[in-house]
């Protein structure tokens, strides 16, 4: 069974400072897909990212960058100079992909900045 | 534009008066998702379709139904809602045949009350 852990549920910075949200996951797959969304107070959820289970190169879109490590099942998530905008639920999510296509959703975490 | 459109927004109703809340999306995805989001629990798969007349249940399937006669269309029907599918539904949809490899296109939410 898939399973994510977002082991912080509530994290509180000021602004400007760099936050990291941890995301762990396990699988037996061995191909797998890994997500990050965004759940601004208005409610609507947006996609951030989505990383294949063979690539492990980190990615950076600007002050979002992301950090996947196989050997410690964890997809964790760095926002750099955080503004009042990053408020918001953020959340981890694994899917499969061998002809069964669930994904699995962590339990998420609410990031406020504080201006 | 596109889009992925959910009716309705709000819904408060009573327990076992059948329901559907609509889901359509416009730029001919194959894959389609409905969610349910809870306090707590971030979000739940409860139904996917990888095409049209295909569907599959996702985590939390019980207590809801699902039908795609066309492409664009992935309705959730509640047969006999109770109480305890008061939440948050999301409808999602994304390109391919493998919808897991491609971004996921979120509708705005329909927030149900079963009294």
């Known amino acids: 069974a898939q399973k994510v852990t977002q082991a912080q549920t509530e994290i509180s910075v000021v602004e400007k400072e760099d936050v990291t949200l941890d995301c762990v996951y396990e699988?037996?797959?061995?191909?797998?897909?890994l997500f990050w969304y965004k759940q601004p107070p208005s409610g609507e959820l947006v996609f951030l990212i989505r990383?294949?289970?063979?690539?492990?190169q980190n990615e950076i879109s600007g002050r979002y960058s992301w950090n996947f490590q196989k050997s410690t099942s964890s997809f964790n998530f760095t926002i750099t100079a955080s503004q009042v905008v990053d408020s918001a639920v953020y959340f981890c999510a694994l899917g499969s992909n061998f002809g069964n296509e669930k994904l699995t959703f962590g339990t998420g975490t609410r990031l406020t900045i504080i201006p | 534009e596109a889009q992925v459109t959910q009716n309705p927004r709000y819904l408060i109703t009573v327990t076992g008066k059948k329901l559907t809340v609509t889901c359509s999306q416009n730029?001919?995805?194959?894959?389609m998702s409905w969610y349910r989001q809870d306090p707590g629990l971030g979000l739940r798969q409860i139904y996917y379709s990888m095409n049209v007349e295909v569907t599959d249940k996702g985590d939390v399937p019980e207590g809801y139904k699902v039908s795609r006669k066309e492409k664009r269309n992935f309705p959730l029907i509640l047969e006999s809602p109770s109480p305890n599918q008061t939440s948050l539904y999301f409808c999602?949809?994304?390109?391919?045949?493998?919808?897991?490899?491609?971004?996921?296109?979120f509708g705005p939410g329909t927030r149900l009350l079963v009294l």
């Open positions: 699988t037996r797959d061995t191909t797998y897909y």
């Open positions: 990383r294949n289970s063979f690539d492990e």
């Open positions: 999602a949809s994304s390109e391919g045949l493998a919808g897991l490899k491609e971004t996921q296109y």
């Open positions: 730029m001919n995805h194959e894959y």
